[in-house]
């Protein structure tokens, strides 16, 4: 097993260096076609149908279909939009998606025309947050896309990415400060050697389960697809968006999906280290071989985006704020002091509190669980029965104590 230290970044060739930026602009737009037909195949097993089966070979050119269908159709642009900005959300959207994937390492040194390069683009002495600002940028283009579009569906989209992203982006970081505590490091192939014993998986269960619910708030997906709540606004914020400035922004969405998908393995999963039992072979975790690994553990997280978009229903946006704020965002600072002063105590020679620390992490992983359980469990509780009125008269919720209905509510009831 060969892990790259940071002198092996910077020395490729130019050629070395286009073929790496290719490979993974590739790698990302396969991924999204394929991500777009499985989802659909999956959402529609899931519901007893079909799904896609009439473009190509049971239906598997249905994403190309889709791709040159939008490339095709009408690109409008509203009377009372923003024109410049309206045209460039799209692409503030879309670039800082592919830009993230540029510190994820997919792979060991290998041996390329006989250039020795790992299998990653470049790495930072603090990649991870490169990667958090990258991400932050790309939101301004659902912010903008709302605010330029001249229409109100398309502005409450924008200011709900808004509050969303400051709310989940916090608890995101949050779980990065854990990591950094216990790898020593922010490099992502520093992170991906550091987990060479144990994965942080189960070192850093807390982390690891605020993540998975911050990712999920972070990409806009169900149920925390509140910016695009079709039942409330429409399509959120790129309702006015049509042909390739739609695409662009549907692209973004699943790029950003396999970002933190890639995140959450690099972090948490290892990386490109093979899972047990495969890494009791010798050459599991050598050559090309660790890729297949990688992206077999970034397709086990977009299966998780899948599943939850077809059994889960949208939530309230107070109990997503909620959660973001009073559940996620206090347990991750907890846990974060448990970390340093499990770190703080083998620094002073106290190694088997390693192990402590793992029996802490499931107590506060089961902590928190039933913490989320609680808050949610909460939505079951009967809403105030509407008072009775005679036939024909519209259900008004009942006022709070102290106030009266005003002339003109009553009137609107006895119409």
């Known amino acids: ?25 590739g790698f990302l737009v396969l991924t999204v076609l394929s991500a777009i037909l499985i989802e659909r195949k999956i959402l529609g097993r899931m519901q007893m149908r079909f799904g896609p089966n009439r473009v190509g070979p049971r239906g598997l050119l249905q994403s190309v279909a889709d791709g040159v269908k939008l490339a095709l159709k009408e690109g409008l642009i509203p009377r009372a939009a923003d024109k410049p900005l309206y045209l460039l959300a799209p692409v503030i959207a879309v670039i800082p998606a592919f830009m993230a994937f540029a510190v994820i390492p997919m792979g060991p040194v290998v041996s390329v025309f006989g250039h020795r390069t790992p299998l990653q683009l470049t790495d930072l002495p603090v990649a991870v947050l490169y990667i958090l600002a990258v991400a932050s940028v790309g939101v301004y283009g659902f912010i903008l896309a709302g605010w330029s579009s001249g229409s109100t569906y398309p502005l409450l989209g924008g200011l709900r990415s808004t509050a969303q992203v400051i709310s989940y982006e916090v608890a995101m970081a949050l779980t990065f400060v854990a990591v950094f505590l216990y790898a020593g490091t922010m490099s992502t192939s520093g992170i991906v050697a550091a987990q060479q014993g144990t994965w942080y998986l189960f070192l850093l269960l807390p982390s690891f389960l605020v993540f998975l619910v911050a990712m999920v708030g972070e990409t806009n997906r169900a149920p925390f697809d509140l910016p695009e709540a079709e039942g409330e606004l429409v399509g959120g914020f790129h309702t006015e968006y049509s042909s390739l400035k739609f695409a662009m922004f549907m692209l973004a969405e699943y790029i950003n999906m396999a970002t933190v998908s890639a995140l959450a393995t690099t972090l948490f999963l290892g990386g490109w280290a093979a899972p047990w039992p495969i890494n009791m072979w010798a050459g599991a975790n050598s050559g090309w071989w660790p890729l297949l690994w990688f992206t077999a553990k970034v397709w086990v997280f977009l299966f998780v985006f899948f599943w939850l978009r077809a059994t889960l229903p949208r939530l309230r946006y107070d109990q997503f704020m909620a959660l973001g704020w009073k559940v996620l965002i206090p347990m991750s600072m907890v846990w974060i002091m448990v970390v340093a002063t499990a770190r703080g105590l083998q620094v002073f020679g106290y190694v088997g509190w390693s192990t402590g620390l793992t029996s802490v992490a499931a107590i506060t992983a089961l902590a928190l669980i039933a913490v989320v359980w609680w808050v949610f469990s909460r939505r079951n509780e009967a809403e105030p029965a509407l008072p009775q009125t005679h036939s024909g008269a519209f259900p008004v919720p009942s006022l709070p104590a102290g106030q009266q209905r005003t002339e003109n509510a009553k009137e609107t009831v006895d119409v």
């Open 1 to 25: 097993m060969t892990y790259p230290d940071p002198g092996a970044f910077g020395h490729d060739p130019w050629w070395l260096i286009v073929a790496k930026t290719v490979g993974i602009f």
